[in-house]
């Protein structure tokens, strides 16, 4: 969230661009509230990315997130 601030230059822009309200943009960047699935949505769109990529990409669960051995 940070960065996409930094992209489009202030919290109220980009609570614009995801069609929030400011004061929830903020909380959620400052950790004072979750985001939601929907809020992940938004935010890659904003970014011009998808969720995925977003996020830094999903671990299956039987498996390292750090080497990818199953386990």
Do not use: F
Not at 32 to 53: D, F, H, I, M, Y
Request: proline share 3%; aromatic share 2%; with cysteine.
């Amino acid at each position: 969230m940070r960065n996409l601030r930094a992209a489009y230059g202030s919290w109220s822009c980009l609570a614009e661009v995801m069609g929030m309200s400011v004061v929830a943009v903020e909380a959620i960047a400052n950790g004072r509230e979750n985001g939601s699935p929907a809020t992940a949505q938004r935010a890659a769109k904003a970014a011009g990315l998808t969720v995925e990529q977003l996020l830094g990409g999903l671990a299956a669960a039987d498996r390292c997130p750090t080497c990818g051995r199953s386990g």
